[in-house]
């Protein structure tokens, strides 16, 4: 049963063709246009992703081997999302669905992070703790079943992935700061600086990163260090400031959910989304091994936004009894003046 799915949320145009569970291509476009801006410009990923849709589309088809006439369902990123973006993507796939009188799944971008992790098998096992970590998304849920998911806690202010962007932006590097930072970090010390992560008294579970950012602007200030002149000398101060930040930013992020693991009693954890690709990160939680938790990741080309997560929820939408009763019009035509059943 072979399925298309787009994704096209934020600034990437992705399309992946998947066989029963099983992605067969996952072309992923990104923009280079937002570097010079320091981050992404709605209007111009949009522009972007509509002039990409189709030659994205026909290079998932060509490299999986298959042809439009293979295809028997269509999924896509409903939403959130930036506006301009999505309806590219979305408005393709329900036309695509129109044209070819087969179903479309309109799918949450959260849940295909969630789901990201476990990309190619047919059952999951639960329950597991999410971690999604992306960069414009932190949330913490306890998933209970096919989607089925509590929030135990989320970000009061910058998401993780948007505080390794602002704080990369600070120290002179381009758009996405996060691989720039994690690079940089691997040469440095980070005991060097503590730079401090709030805590939040309502909800232990809830984060805040927009403290540690400011903290390395006013570190920054207050010694007066110009990164500019740093990068030029290859100063590795540099290298020490981005492992300092990293640790403090990864703590919370391991501290947090661990705690929230033990309090529930859930021994599987999955962390996803793009600051998943993060090596500290990684090698933190993977620890947590040797004391009998089991940690999940998705592979690397499904922690940063990708169409394969997208069709893969799609399957798991599919099979689950749940998510079609609570969303009957998945399988309904894209415009009731076609008669999809016939
Ligand atoms: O999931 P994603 O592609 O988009 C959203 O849904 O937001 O995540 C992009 C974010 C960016 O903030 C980027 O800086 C961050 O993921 N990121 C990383 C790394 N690679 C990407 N953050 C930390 N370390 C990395 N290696
Ligand atoms: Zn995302």
Known sequence: MILLSIESSCDETSASVLNDFLPLSNIISSQLIHKEFGGIIPELASRDQLRKIDIVVEEA??????TIKDIKYIAATQGPGLIGSLLVGYNFARSFAVAKQIPFIPI?????????????????????????????????????????????????????????????KLLGFAYPGGPVID?????????????????????????????????VLYYLKKNSIDPQILIKQKNKL???????????????????TMSAANKFGVKQISISGGVSMNSKLRYE???????????????????????????????????????????????????PRFDYDS
């Open 183 to 215: 690079k940089m970090a691997s040469e440095g010390n980070e005991n060097y600086h503590r730079f401090p992560v709030s805590n939040i008294d309502d909800n232990p579970f809830d984060f805040s990163f927009s403290g540690v950012k400011t903290s």
């Open 108 to 168: 949450n971008h959260i849940e295909s992070h969630i789901y990201s992790s476990f990309i190619g098998r047919k059952e999951i096992s639960f329950p597991f703790l999410s971690l999604v970590v992306s960069g414009g998304h932190t949330i913490l849920f306890l998933v209970k079943d096919y989607f089925e998911h509590k929030i135990l806690g989320t970000t009061l202010d910058d998401a993780a992935g948007e505080a390794f962007d602002k704080v990369a």
């Open 285 to 335: 939680f993977i620890k947590f091994e040797n004391e009998g938790f089991k940690i999940y990741f998705p592979k690397y080309e499904h922690t940063t936004d990708n169409a394969a997560m997208v069709g893969y929820t799609a399957y798991l939408k599919i099979n689950s009894a749940k998510a079609f009763e609570s969303d009957k019009s998945l399988f309904s035509p894209a415009f």
């Open 61 to 66: 088809l060509k490299s999986s081997g298959t």
């Open 238 to 256: 540099l290298n020490d400031i981005c492992a300092s930040f990293q640790k403090a930013v990864v703590d919370s992020l391991v501290r947090k």
